[in-house]
Each structure stands twice: as C-alpha cells, then as structure tokens.
C-alpha cells in the first residue's frame, strides 16, 4: 500500500519523550520500545499519561521532550496525517448515513481509489461482518461498530494501530469477545497493536507485553505471566491482580531469604528478593491468594514440612462459584486474601474459625520495604489520580474519546501521506 511502501517497518521507539503541561508532568521522560508485529499494551489508572503517551505517537500532541521513531524513521516532526499510525477510539464515531461498506471505504475513497471492493470486501471478512455490508451503523451491535472502526482504520494498512480504550464503551461480555477478537485480527494481519486500557484484566488477555504506567512512569514492563508472578514494585503487586503483602523483617539472606513476621519465620528465594535485602533490615513478602492453601486450625499438624505458614483468623469469607475468598487476620498482618478453588469445601472453614495459611516458598516475592504498602491498590488507585495528577486527573470524555473530527482525522491519516 502506498503508506506502508515508503516506510520499512519496524519497531515503534521511543526516546526520552516527555508531556509537560505548564508546571504539571503529564509522561515524565520515558524509554520504550514496541517490538514489530506485537500487541502491546499500556496499562494504568485514569490519568497515568497513557493517552498522553499516544497521542505523541499519533503525532496529535507534540512531546516537551524526546524523540518517537517508527523503525528507523525518526516521525517526531511528522504531522499526524504524515506519520503511518492509525487510531481507534472509544467512540468509534462512524458516518452514520454511510452504510458499512462505504464506512470501510472510507480510507480508500479519500485517496481516490475506484476499485474498492476487493479490499473492503477482505476488511468485512477480517471482522467477520460480510453479512452486514449494507446495514447503516445504528443497525449494529456496540461490539460489530467497534469491528467496524477497527476494519476501517487497517484498510488503511497503517505500521501501527493505536487503540485508545476502544472497547470502554461495551458491556463486560461483549468487551470479553472483542477482546478475543481484537486478538485474533492482530494475530492475522500481524500489524503492531498499542493498545491502552485501564482494564488490567484486558492488558493481561490480549497483550504479549504490557507496560503498567503510574503517574506518568512505567513502572513494569513485561509479559502478563511475568508480570503477575514477579511484580518489583508494590504498585503493580496490588494493581495486577491481588497480592498479600506482609512487612517483615530481614533474618538471613543467600540462595534462600528468611524472614521474621507477625512471630514467625518465612522463607523465600533470594533472587526473588531486591538486591538490597541484608539481615536486620525490612521486606515486604508477598505471596498471590491463590498461592495460599487454607487448612482448619486443628489440621495445623498435617501441614506439610518446608511450607511457609502464617496462622490468623477467617473474618469474611464470599462463595464465587469457581473459588470461595476468605479474609483472614492474624499476627502476621490484617486483611490477608486466600482464594481456594471449589473442589471439596472444608465446612468448618467459616468466618471465626482459626486457620493457618500454607504455601510453597518458591512462590513467594520479596519486595523493597520503602514503598508505599497499598499503591495501586483500589481505594489508592481512586486517590493516587486525585492526588499525584492533580484535579485534572479525571480526564473526561473530551480527552479521552475523540469526538468524530479526530476519529476521522484517524481515518484519513494514511491516506494523506506521499
Ligand atoms: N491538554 C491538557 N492540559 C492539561 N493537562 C492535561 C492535558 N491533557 C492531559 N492532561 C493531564 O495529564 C494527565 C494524563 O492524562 P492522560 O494521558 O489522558 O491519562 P490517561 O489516558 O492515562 O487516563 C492527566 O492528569 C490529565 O488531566
Ligand atoms: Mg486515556
């Protein structure tokens, strides 16, 4: 395609880039690299800069600092209709007296093209809507629109797709299908996908690598698995998933940490622990709630040796179907998550009833005591974008759906550039 023809591909690069507005830093300077063919994603809380982020790849905000190369291309003066980006927003925002064909067309038209239908018609297949060509948008699901903004911005055959909460406005099982889906159509036109969502549990479906952004840095980056099993920092311990994370203090270290906590000793891998950890000084241990096994405090004997073990109280327990969580608290901390999956439920394990708390100490995670023990947690997440961005923190549906003009502007982009 003629867009794709004048560039050779490659990585998405970013350098040193950086958003200020006035005094307050949207993306303090930031390093990263999109790898070709990839779907990665940016994670974080409203207002953590990941919109910021790529609208400068977009080209529809210029970065205070720092460079945004396309494989060896440096874009970083390349106005957006220049640059070979697409976008697909929240509100997909499709021409509602167009049908779909015309919608998907679009692009095409624009630059001219007579003979459309090959590729429109490839496009409708892509999005599995062949069926659907002459409905009007209004004739469609949430999820078929969303389809259909997304056929319409790769007929442009862009480097790279830039998906800004695109599937913010469906419902949860919808937003599961499309999520698959979005999947499968990167998987098939093996285009780079940025995906940037809130949702940690959409980053961690869809994505090969996620990058989990706080209050303008990335904190983590890493593949799902890599980064639920061995968060560095307490942020992305609470914010993917759940974690229990118990302060303790640093007995010994070497191939394997030990740790004093609420009376007891616990034990963990060193090169799971930050390179700092020395005798006398503190640690956050952490261990998953599905890690944890639960066992009546009479059955305390028939624990395994070498688990670590922790005793307490059960406070709260909710049945969920596929698990049941319980609550627990105890010397070693308050509020401790266990879930365990419903296969032969122990009747006496109800709220007052004394457990203890077992693992393999493989599984557990050492972090660096000096943070924050509940960033990214909900009630900090809800606070954190209060206090740490400021009252413009709630970005709003003006930053953060394009109204129809931009979405448009996303359209034509390609086909605009030489
Ligand atoms: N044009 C602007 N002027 C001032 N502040 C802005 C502007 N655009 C974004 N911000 C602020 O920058 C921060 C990051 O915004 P954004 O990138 O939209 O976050 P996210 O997409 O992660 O929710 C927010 O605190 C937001 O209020
Ligand atoms: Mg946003």
Aim: net charge negative; proline share 6%; with cysteine.
């Amino acid at each position: 395609m003629t867009t794709t023809d004048t560039y050779t591909g490659g990585d998405v690069r970013l350098t040193g880039i950086s958003k200020s507005y006035g005094s307050f830093t949207a993306v303090q300077p930031l390093d990263l690299t999109v790898p070709q063919g990839s779907f990665f994603a940016l994670l974080g809380a409203s207002g953590c800069g990941k919109t910021t982020t790529l609208r400068m790849i977009a080209g529809l905000e210029d970065p205070t600092t720092g460079t945004v190369h396309l494989g060896d291309r440096d874009v970083t003066d390349l106005p957006p209709y220049k640059r070979p980006v697409n976008t697909v927003f929240q509100s997909y925002a499709l021409f509602p007296h167009l049908d779909i064909f015309e919608n998907i067309a679009f692009g095409l038209r624009r630059r001219g093209l007579k003979s459309v239908k090959k590729q429109v018609g490839e496009m409708l297949e892509l999005v599995q809507l062949g069926d659907k060509a002459r409905h009007r948008p209004h004739q469609l699901s949430g999820g078929q629109q969303q389809r259909v903004a997304v056929a319409r911005a790769l007929i442009n055959h862009p480097q790279v797709l830039l998906l800004d909460e695109p599937l913010g406005a469906l419902d949860l099982k919808l937003r599961r299908q499309m999520q698959l889906e979005l999947k499968r159509i990167q998987t098939e036109v093996g285009i780079t996908f940025v995906h940037v969502t809130h949702d940690q549990e959409e980053a961690m479906t869809m994505a090969d690598t996620v990058a989990v952004m706080n209050g303008g840095r990335v904190e983590q980056l890493g593949a799902p698995a890599e980064l639920y099993e061995h968060p560095r920092t307490t942020f992305v311990a609470n914010f993917l998933g759940t974690s229990n994370l118990i302060p303790a203090e640093v007995a010994g270290t070497g191939s394997e940490v030990v740790v004093t906590a609420g009376g007891g000793k616990l034990r963990l891998p060193g090169e799971r622990c930050p390179a700092g950890a020395r005798p006398g000084g503190r640690l956050l241990v952490g261990i998953r709630p599905e890690k944890i096994t639960l066992s009546h405090a009479d059955d305390a004997g028939a624990v395994p040796d070498g688990r670590n073990r922790i005793t307490g109280r059960i406070t709260d327990s909710s049945f969920i179907g596929v698990s049941t969580q319980y609550t627990v608290d105890g010397p070693a901390g308050t509020g401790l998550q266990v879930y365990e999956q419903n296969i032969e439920r122990d009747p006496r394990l109800v709220p007052g009833a004394e457990v203890v708390l077992h693992w393999n100490p493989a599984h557990t995670f050492g972090l660096d005591a000096d943070q924050d023990i509940a960033a990214g947690t909900e009630q900090e997440t809800a606070a954190g974008a209060g206090s740490g961005a400021g009252p413009g923190a709630a970005t709003g549906p003006g930053r953060n759906t394009a109204g129809p003009g931009q979405d448009i502007a996303g359209a034509e982009r390609a086909e605009d550039s030489p």
